[in-house]
């Protein structure tokens, strides 16, 4: 969803409620709009990635039992997706 200057109405000045200009109105919807960036290096990307030992623990488990590659699949899309 991409926010528009009519999404941007006033601000609080003093406790009066004024009227942006079109030009404050467009500061804040690029503001808005604007995707953040994660600055964080890739390990620590991928710690959050890769979820709880546990978690993993289990889809190894579960992959022992039924022959599947859910837990592999897990960390070659983590690691493809924060590369070193």
Do not use: C
């Amino acid at each position: 969803m991409a926010f528009t200057k009519s999404d941007v109405t006033h601000k609080q000045v003093d406790g009066e409620l004024v009227e942006l200009s079109d030009a404050e109105k467009q500061a804040i919807v690029d503001q808005w709009n604007t995707p953040e960036v994660d600055n964080r290096p890739y390990d620590e990307k991928r710690r959050e990635a890769y979820g709880s030992w546990e978690s993993q623990l289990d889809m190894q488990y579960h992959d022992s039992v039924t022959g599947s590659r859910t837990w592999l699949d897990h960390i070659e899309a983590v690691k493809e997706a924060y590369p070193k």
